[in-house]
T-cell receptor, first 113, second 111 residues
Framework: GAVVSQHPSRVICKSGTSVKIECRSL??????MFWYRQFPKQSLMLMAT?????????EQGVEKDKFLINHASLTLSTLTVTSAHPEDSSFYIC?????????FGPGTRLTVT | GESVGLHLPTLSVQEGDNSIINCAYS??????FIWYKQESGKGPQFIID?????DKRQGQRVTVLLNKTVKHLSLQIAATQPGDSAVYFC??????????FGTGTRLKVLA
């Protein structure tokens, strides 16, 4: 399967600052990527669908101005958490794939102090 | 509908026993399902998949059963090993590229 990387794997930031998380495909080109958020002991919650060259589609309840998504190329999508607050602390996971395949990144642990 | 955040149920099994993990899905139109394994601090790993035109699929030590009548999916792991300890999620395909995850089950293998 495809190899998906995320950077950074862990980040600690202060409340009010912004953090950018990168999701890269190393051997797969994807027009569509997904961003998930996972709180401790909970399931993955789809945040948004990122489409290369166009605006992301956000799930209900996810603030598009807070979670900025940029899908600049077929191998790179970025998620920027703007003006982060402690309640944004979570595990953020990206995935990409085709209709019957989904390849997940290793996740990024964000801690907002 | 969308998966809601719930605390994970736990299944404890003795090493060597068989494990059965269940999942209820929400959309009767879903045509494809995947089971994932997630170890602590890592992204989900693909285990096995099944399309809606099947009711059973077997892999190495794993079997997935699909009951579309009651919208239920199960994952059976034979001869459970310590390395199987993880959280297991089912995912249903609800759009061309869109998947919704179930609540997940933590599997603990007891030595």
């Amino acid at each position: 399967g495809a190899v998906v990387s995320q950077h950074p794997s862990r980040v600690i930031c202060k409340s009010g600052t912004s953090v950018k998380i990168e999701c890269r495909s190393l051997d797969f080109q994807a027009t569509t990527m997904f961003w998930y958020r996972q709180f401790p002991k909970q399931s993955l919650m789809l945040m948004a669908t990122s489409n290369e060259g166009s605006k992301a589609t956000y799930e209900q309840g996810v603030e598009k101005d807070k979670f900025l998504i940029n899908h600049a190329s077929l191998t790179l999508s970025t998620l920027t958490v703007t003006s982060a607050h402690p309640e944004d602390s979570s595990f953020y996971i990206c995935s990409m794939g085709a209709a019957y395949e989904q390849y997940f990144g290793p996740g990024t642990r964000l801690t907002v102090t | 509908g969308e998966s809601v955040g719930l605390h994970l149920p736990t299944l404890s099994v003795q090493e060597g026993d068989n494990s059965i993990i269940n999942c209820a899905y929400s959309n009767s139109a879903s045509d494809y399902f995947i089971w994932y394994k997630q170890e602590s601090g890592k992204g989900p790993q693909f285990i096995i998949d099944i399309r809606s035109n099947m009711d059973k699929r077997q892999g190495q030590r794993v079997t997935v059963l699909l009951n579309k009548t009651v919208k239920h999916l199960s994952l059976q792991i034979a001869a459970t090993q310590p390395g199987d300890s993880a959280v297991y999620f089912c995912a249903e395909r609800v759009g061309t590229y869109k998947y919704i995850f179930g609540t997940g089950t933590r599997l603990k293998v007891l030595a």
